[in-house]
């Protein structure tokens, strides 16, 4: 099993984003997804999560209507448009399969002038 995010790197503050979650090696299309992110210094929390069928969707307050989580299952895509982001959005996100212990390596996404 194996997931492998993309999409990271360094974006001025007002800016958008879109991290790109690839999942491979098990059924993509019946696992529930999720993002974290853990900025330096803090815990990992969570940011964004979807049913298997993408209809549903959770976020945490802090990114509700600025980011929008959205999975293609043909392609086994998670992807997470991030808008207006700011330095407080700084951190390395993390792919997550809810309910098991598989993540992604991360990708580091820093908002900075």
């Known amino acids: 099993v194996k997931l492998m995010e993309s999409g990271g790197g360094l974006v001025q503050p007002g800016g958008s984003m879109t991290l790109s979650c690839t999942g491979s090696?098990?059924?993509?299309?019946?696992?529930?997804m999720q993002w974290f992110r853990q900025a330096p210094g803090k815990e990992r929390e969570f940011v964004a999560g979807?049913?298997?069928?993408?209809?549903?969707?959770e976020y945490a307050t802090s990114v509700k209507g600025r980011f929008t989580l959205s999975r293609d299952n043909a392609k086994k895509t998670l992807d997470l448009q991030m808008d207006n982001l700011g330095p407080e959005d700084t951190a390395v996100y993390y792919c997550?399969?809810?309910?098991?212990?598989?993540w992604g390596q991360g990708t580091q996404v820093t908002v900075s002038a």
């Open positions: 997550h399969i809810q309910y098991t212990d598989i």
């Open positions: 090696g098990y059924i993509f299309e019946n696992s529930p």
């Open positions: 979807t049913n298997w069928r993408g209809d549903e969707t």
